[in-house]
């Protein structure tokens, strides 16, 4: 028999789970004498030897940018930061520039690197933000447009909470005061997403991403990625917030705009989750059967592969196993049929208090999964499940 996935009996808590987007920069650096014959970063690398002028290193580094080279991006984009540096000065608009590129570039995901290098470089990373911000800010003044890219990048790599809470809050107003609606809904989007996961999540935070929304909503085509990501968020928060009849639109939302893609959007996948478990937590598994379908047939199945999880409630703890401080599990095989409901579920091992059993039953009757796909069509399948009813001791 197949092994167990284990469950412990214990309230679940719903969290927000959103993409971050980092803040792009321009290409800015004045550049004099063109270097010929490149074809890619890569095939130069030998440079290292050869670049000893800033123009040199700076023509590799945007070669590196058209090419996607993260790796080239990084080793040229620090090397350009320094000559720039002997080339322009410490307080060159030029050397903030390239403080920004080579801070950018640090930025890029490598999965490759421990925790201990990862936060190596968002410190670096933090640093040169912070060098671009002092020179924007005396170039152009504390609340200037230009200010704002480096605030929020040195929100996004700061270590303190507290100072990243305030530079995204200044960003934010620094852009209420543009009268520009897009660049204020773009920082709004930027802030809570930084500071949503944090202690200083508040209201005001909260509201960043329900303005802008609303500015996506007036002034972008319903299909436009940004405005359907801020869609997905505002249902996000509306599920958190217990408010099922605002989230539940604005999920098909999603849904209906990213179903004209080629592709399947991490958002949509999630959408469909979501009013999974808000349609069964109505009573209305009509509606939620088929989007447990679209998910199963969103993901590439194999033989070997168990079924996805949708919706799951925890069985009640029996009232006088915890009054007697008894404690259990119970094993459950059953089938998740075409649709993606539980069926012929069978207690095949426990321990403990035989309501251990009822109730584990009596739950299972209500989980709902994304069925497993044979040759692009929903198959039912078998599986099994250890549900442990554990006290809290404490």
Known sequence: MMSPIHLLVKPKFLGLTLLIAAPSFLLSATESTPFFGLKSASDISHMSDMAVTFNDSYKVYKQAVTDNDAAAMLKYSAESYELGQQKFGDKSLDTANLALNYATALQHKDKSLDRKSKNERAEKAHQLY???LSIYETEFGEDS??????LLGAAQTSSDARKAKSQYHHAVGIAEDSERPLLLASVQMSAFNGLKNSEYYDRRVRDYALDAF???QEKMPQDALKRVEATYTAGMIWLAEKKESKAIPLFEEVITQFSKLNYSHPYELA???RLVELYEKEGDSESSTKHCIAIGSMRPWQE???QTPLYRINPKYPMSA????REGWVQIAFTVNESGFVTDPKVVNSKGSS????????ALEKWRYAPKFVDGKPVAADSLVQLDFTLDRG
């Open 214 to 216: 609303e500015i996506y």
């Open 304 to 306: 070997n592969q168990e």
């Open 322 to 325: 915890g009054r007697t401080g």
């Open 130 to 132: 912070l060098i671009a």
């Open 145 to 150: 447009l230009e200010t704002i890219d480096p």
């Open 355 to 362: 309501g251990f059993k009822r109730a584990s039953l009596k």
């Open 271 to 273: 959408s469909h989750a």
